[in-house]
Nanobody, 122 residues
Framework: QVQLVESGGGLVQAGGSLRLSCVVSGSARSINAMGWYRQAPGKQRELVARITSGGTTNYPDSVKDRFTISRDNAKGTVYLQMNSLKPEDTAVYYC????????????????WGQGTLVTVSS
């Protein structure tokens, strides 16, 4: 009944920018927190950015001051603006949402998108 659809990944040169989008489709009525994670080969999935329903954000030091997460509750969409990209940012980026309540009252604790590949060339 709910699905996260991501877009915006691609190939970009170091120093460039990309904007990722994630739309929560289905019959979602409310969403608690949303975030972006990434996973590179041989590494565990790591948090990139997170935003609560109240707008509080957090970022790891590796992306702080370069990435910005935002959300549009009316559109059920979360964004990740990535600036000053570095080769080490190369990874599959996944959208995440928790506390999704759908029209029937069912609450999903955690939902993941399919992932979108970001490749940063030197």
């Amino acid at each position: 009944q709910v699905q996260l659809v991501e877009s915006g990944g691609g190939l970009v040169q170091a120093g460039g920018s990309l904007r990722l989008s994630c739309v929560v489709s289905g019959s979602a009525r409310s969403i608690n927190a949303m975030g972006w994670y990434r996973q590179a080969p041989g590494k565990q999935r790591e948090l990139v950015a997170r935003i609560t329903s109240g707008g509080t954000t957090n970022y790891p030091d590796s992306v702080k001051d370069r990435f910005t997460i935002s959300r549009d509750n009316a559109k059920g969409t979360v964004y990740l603006q990535m600036n000053s990209l570095k080769p080490e940012d190369t990874a599959v980026y996944y959208c995440n949402a928790d506390g999704i309540t759908i029209a029937s009252g069912i609450r999903y604790l955690e939902v993941w998108g399919q992932g979108t590949l970001v490749t940063v060339s030197s």
